[in-house]
């Protein structure tokens, strides 16, 4: 079972502290994309900590010739480090950690250029499952996020830098322009950035995939691998990845209203299939949706549903496919009715 990665394993990490085991455990959840909006919220916690105030070293914190270096000896560490080894400052673990990151996983995140400073205060919202939340950014723009997601940014802006946000799960952005210019940028663990102006639009990062809906406006999606080109979406336009084809990108038309509806609390399906719902509600609501068969996952559905009445919803799903719909605790088990013949 893997080990169980929390703050104070990574500060024991990033001190030279951790035994060979934890150092190992460590290593393997920074460089996990999944794990990079985490890592980068407790780099600044960590950076608020007054011992770092009281701690500090003659050394440039971004000497990166120096940082590199240091990234390849950790990363061919294979000796439990001790006690009186000579250890760089905490900053500069910490960004040596983080760059082994994106050295992995390719998103460059977490390095800026030389002489300039990771934004030592972030604020972060996050929603429980069945809640959406509205947020409101320092610069004006407004953050809609759906249930089970989390997204974090500078609480004080630096404006040298675009404004930036950082997005786990799903949301909806209605983004102010203002007079310089100054882009806006949403983060994803996905391998892209989406690049605005002003605009309305949603993303969408879980299980593997992710997408860009907009529905006014202009927006500019670009990738971490240079070497692709940057996407420009118009209203009603798509853009979808996947990690098991990242090298694939679905860019389409599609009714761009319905990939918004959770914003007006509803829940839209169109020929969507039992699968998809699945995972929808478990989302939206936090409960397990097991179906009984491959041939009942195949099956499509269209609907409006409210968000907050699932009931309604199961008892739909029910009389349309002749369901068996069984709620035990957290958990939802779709299945035919024994004497069903009814076709995918």
């Known amino acids: 079972m893997p080990r169980e990665i929390d703050y104070e394993a990574c500060l024991r990490?990033?001190?030279?502290?951790?035994?060979?085991e934890e150092a190992r455990a460590v290593r393997a959840w920074l460089a996990d994309p999944a794990n990079e909006l985490l890592a980068h919220y407790w780099m600044g916690q960590h950076a608020q900590e007054p011992e770092l105030a009281r701690k500090s070293d003659d050394n440039d914190p971004y000497d990166y010739a120096s940082m590199r270096e240091n990234i390849y000896a950790r990363m061919q560490l294979e000796v439990a480090p001790t006690a009186n080894a000579t250890r760089p400052s905490t900053w500069r673990r910490w960004a040596a950690a983080a760059a082994v990151v994106s050295a992995v996983a390719s998103t460059g995140w977490f390095l800026h250029e030389r002489n300039q400073v990771v934004e030592p205060t972030v604020a972060s919202y996050a929603t429980p499952y069945g809640r959406t939340q509205v947020v409101q950014l320092p610069d004006g723009s407004e953050v809609t996020l759906n249930a089970h997601s989390t997204v974090r940014y500078a609480a004080t802006p630096d404006p040298e830098r675009p404004r930036e946000v950082w997005l786990d799960g799903e949301a909806y952005?209605?983004?102010?322009?203002?007079?310089?210019?100054?882009?806006?940028?949403?983060?994803t663990t996905a391998g892209f950035a989406v690049e605005v102006l002003g605009t309305k639009f949603t993303v969408y990062r879980r299980h593997e995939q992710a997408r860009v809906v907009l529905l006014s406006g202009k927006?500019?999606?670009?990738f971490a691998d240079s070497t692709r080109r940057k996407v420009i979406l118009k209203p009603g336009e798509l853009l979808q990845t996947s990690d098991k084809e990242p090298k694939k990108v679905v860019h389409?038309?599609?009714q761009a209203a319905s990939y918004a509806a959770w914003t007006d609390d509803k829940m839209v399906f169109d020929a969507t299939s039992i699968a998809d719902i699945a995972t929808r509600?478990?989302?939206?609501?936090?409960?397990?949706?097991?179906?009984?068969?491959?041939?009942?996952?195949?099956?499509?559905?269209?609907?409006?549903?409210?968000?907050?009445?699932?009931?309604?919803?199961?008892?739909?799903?029910?009389?349309?496919?002749?369901?068996?719909?069984?709620?035990?605790q957290n958990r939802l088990i779709l299945s035919n009715y024994p004497s069903s013949h009814h076709t995918p």
């Open 173 to 187: 952005f209605s983004v102010k322009h203002l007079p310089d210019n100054k882009p806006f940028v949403v983060h």
């Open 252 to 254: 389409q038309a599609v």
């Open 13 to 20: 990490y990033v001190r030279g502290a951790s035994s060979l």
């Open 281 to 328: 509600l478990q989302d939206t609501y936090g409960v397990e949706v097991e179906v009984a068969s491959p041939d009942l996952k195949k099956r499509k559905f269209t609907g409006t549903f409210p968000v907050d009445n699932l009931d309604l919803l199961c008892e739909n799903l029910a009389a349309t496919f002749h369901l068996q719909i069984v709620h035990r």
């Open 219 to 222: 927006v500019q999606v670009a």
